[in-house]
Each structure stands twice: as C-alpha cells, then as structure tokens.
C-alpha cells in the first residue's frame, strides 16, 4: 500500500507592526540575528573587509616606496626642455599688489599719505630670509663661485638708496620695485659681451654699457636687465633709472641647482623722477642669449604698472 504523501505549505510570517518589525530586525531572539546575521556571519564579514583593506593599504604603500625610490627630492627628474616650465626664465617684481587684486599688476601709492607703508611693508616681508643669518652663504664675486654645498650671498646693505633704512625710496616719491630671475634648476645663461656680441633689441645704453664692462681684463659677465616704457608717453613719464647694485644678475649666481637656503639674485630699479598722478606701464626685460622674449606670453619679461599721486 502506497505511503500517503504529506503535504507541507509555506505558512507566511506574522503580520507585526513597523516598530515591531524594525526592533525585530535589530535584535531577533528567536534566531539571535543582529540586523539581520548572526555573530558568526558578522565576524566573517568583518574579517574579510579587514583583511581586504588591509591588502589595499599595503598596496599603496608598496607603490609609494617603489615610486619615490625613483625620483630624488633635491634634483628634478626633467629637466630644462624636458620639463614643463622649459628653459626660458621669466622675470618676476616685488612688491606685489595686494591678494584681493590677484590679477592686479598696479603699484600705485599716495606719496602724502601713509598707504605707501603697504609697499615698504611688503618688500622687508619678501627680504626677510636675505637678511637672515645662514652658515652656509659665501662672499662670491667674478672668478671667486660658492663651493659645492654653499650658496652666494646678496648683500641687501649694498643697494643703498633700495633699502629698509631709506624706505625703499617709497616716501620721497623715488620708488625701488626688485626684480627677480624665475629659477630653472641647472640653467645656464649664454651671456652677451664685447666678445660675443650684443641683441639687436637691447636698449643703446646697454649695448655700450655691455662693451665698457666686458672689455675690462678680467671680464663681469650678467644676465642683463633693461626697463622700459612701453608707450612714448611712457618713456616720457618714467623718468631716469637707477639699476641697484648693477644692471644685471652676476654670473656667479647660476646655475641653480636647489643647495639649501638659496638665494635668488636681485636687481633693484630706482625710479628717480617719476612724473606723479599719471599711470606709467613699464615692460622689463632679462637679457641672455637663450633667453627669448615673448610679450603676449611674458617670456624673458616681466610687466607692470606704476602711479604715484
């Protein structure tokens, strides 16, 4: 006789109300369930991502360590052409207009009132680590470079009229802006002299002053500097120059090659009469002979503007 088969149906679970429900799902006594898993499936998702994340961070740091064991913090992979920033230095000024006007390039003061402060205020905060006592900064002069590991000193004493103690010319309505060379590290100027010749573009008064410097027995050689109106109403209105202490960045300085506590060369521009209460736009220029300027992108050059009221 054939075994009756017994029928078995899914019977559905009791309808229980949300907060019921909801504190079932967080704690079920019945199956000692926690959201849902028991401790044992807790314990083993846990130890998975544990040992998952695990492997990720040690990963990371695998390829961190290999990466950097291929670049070296002091000496830049790429180098001149092969780097983004190239093998044509820009010229940068200081002081600078103030941060809300980022874009601004205008060096205007009131010489009676005391807003020329900001600009004095400006130029002791950027010549602070010049006058700052370092070991390892050497007098350098034409013949005499720093020895490996040390690095050339600026003198900021000798700019005299450009100076903290003058106020940077600034009150007497004779201002000092500085001028810096943009660094590349292991860039050596192709310096112009009487030897070499001059650039076509260079202002008539540098082209003499580069021969009665350079013809001298023991040659000066400088990454020459030149300022500029860049209107004839410009010419007009800046006046006389002062280039402090020469007109150019000394060849003892280059190349950069990232020694700690470098300084980089300054030239300070005096402007001696600057006709007041008009705008003055004023282009300068680095001069070398791979050094090539570009107006529309800044190469080789630097602008900027100057009013005093």
């Not at 003061?109 to 006592?133: H, S």
């Not at 002299?193 to 009665?212: D, F, I, Q, R, Y």
């Not at 030239?267 to 300068?284: H, M, Q, S």
Request: proline content about 6%.
């Amino acid at each position: 006789m054939a075994e009756k088969t017994v029928e078995q149906y899914y019977l559905p679970p009791p309808k229980v109300g949300r907060w019921e429900g909801f504190r079932t799902f967080l704690w079920n006594s019945e199956t000692h369930q926690f959201l849902g898993r028991t401790g044992a499936s807790w314990a083993k998702i846990l130890l998975f991502y544990v040992l998952f994340y695990a492997s990720l961070t040690g990963f990371f740091f695998a390829m961190l360590a290999i990466f950097y064991q291929t670049i070296d913090l002091d000496i830049p992979k790429w180098q001149l052409d092969e780097s983004l920033i190239g093998s044509n230095p820009g010229l940068g000024f200081r002081p600078m207009p103030p941060e809300e006007n980022v874009e601004s390039t205008l060096i205007w003061y009131n010489q009676k009132d005391d807003n020329w402060k900001y600009w004095t205020n400006q130029l002791d905060v950027f010549l602070k680590e010049y006058t700052e006592e370092n070991p390892n900064r050497v007098h350098c002069d034409f013949g005499e470079e720093a020895p490996p590991g040390k690095i050339c000193d600026v003198d900021i004493t000798s700019f005299h009229n450009c100076t903290s103690a003058t106020e940077f010319g600034y009150a007497r309505a004779q201002p000092c802006i500085f001028l810096k060379l943009n660094k590349i590290f292991n860039w050596r100027p192709t310096y112009y002299n009487a030897t070499s010749g001059v650039a076509e573009g260079m202002p008539k008064e540098l082209k003499s002053l580069v021969h009665n410097v350079t013809n001298a027995d023991s040659r000066k050689d400088y990454v020459w500097v030149s300022c500029e109106g860049e209107n004839p109403a410009d010419v007009e209105n800046m006046g006389d120059l002062e280039y402090i202490p020469a007109q150019g960045f000394a060849s003892y300085y280059f190349p950069f090659r990232n020694t700690k506590g470098y300084l980089s060369p300054l030239v300070a521009i005096r402007f001696v009469r600057p006709k007041t209460g008009v705008l003055i736009n004023i282009e300068c220029k680095a001069w070398a002979k791979n050094i090539f300027h570009d107006r529309a992108e800044r190469r080789g050059s630097v602008h900027f503007e100057l009013m005093v009221d």
